[in-house]
């Protein structure tokens, strides 16, 4: 039982490069979720899933799209890379959406983007 | 939007010993979650505790117990007995009972044990 894995783990781009990160997680979960982490900031949703195919956004949707693949897989594309998209970037999944649900999180993607 | 408010950057305490770390946050409703997650450097985000609004006794998870003050809007962590392993940034996060399903976080106060 792995968890929730993320690749790449770390990646750097150049400005307009477009890039694919990739979630899974094999706990059976129905809801995943997308997280920037930035210095000095704590984590702020991009995207989430609820179940298998919907997906919503979050607070910092912009610049990103997502694909709910199947219900293991969840994935963030950013079609058009920019400096301001350097971060590190956590994938996390739950049973239920519910509020009181445990989010359990992958290990992070860190993106620098030149 | 909700606010969360961790006001102490940097935290240290000596292995053994207790530290409180503290968090407040703003909101208008009355049912929602807090949580207290650890990041590690290896920087995977590991759910430390969990309060209920609703509930007015306070958490506890072991070494690690809340201290909830709904009124007050306060919720701190306190870490009893503190081993090197519990050095680590600790963010503070609220999350509404409504729908949206998103958690607001802290800036984080990085702790530093002492050995």
């Known amino acids: 039982n792995a968890g929730v894995t993320q690749t790449p783990k770390f990646q750097v781009l150049k400005t307009g490069q477009s890039m694919t990160l990739q979630c899974a997680q094999d706990?059976?979960?129905?809801?995943m979720y997308w997280y920037r982490q930035d210095p000095g900031m704590g984590l702020r949703l991009i995207y989430y899933?609820?179940?298998?195919?919907?997906?919503d956004k979050g607070e910092v949707p912009n610049g990103y799209n997502v694909s709910r693949l199947n219900k293991r897989e969840f994935s963030l594309r950013l079609e058009s890379a920019a400096p301001s998209q350097t971060s590190v970037y956590f994938c996390?999944?739950?049973?239920?959406?519910?509020?009181?649900?445990?989010?359990?999180f992958g290990p992070g993607t860190r993106l620098l983007v030149l | 939007a909700q606010t969360v408010t961790q006001s102490q950057p940097e935290m240290s305490v000596q292995e053994a010993e207790t530290v409180t770390l503290s968090c407040t946050y703003d909101t208008s409703e009355s049912d929602y979650y807090l949580f207290w997650y650890k990041q590690p450097p290896s920087r995977q985000m590991i759910l430390v505790i969990r309060q209920e609004a609703y509930k007015q006794q306070n958490a506890t998870e072991n070494r690690f117990s809340v201290n909830f003050q709904k009124a007050a809007k306060s919720f701190s962590l306190k870490i009893s007995d503190s081993q090197l392993g519990d050095a680590a940034m600790y963010f503070c996060a609220y999350r509404s009972a409504g729908t949206g399903n998103q958690f607001y976080f802290g800036t984080g106060t990085s702790l530093t044990v002492i050995p």
């Open positions: 706990m059976n979960h129905n809801s």
């Open positions: 996390a999944s739950s049973v239920i959406p519910g509020p009181q649900e445990t989010q359990y």
């Open positions: 899933s609820a179940s298998e195919g919907t997906t």
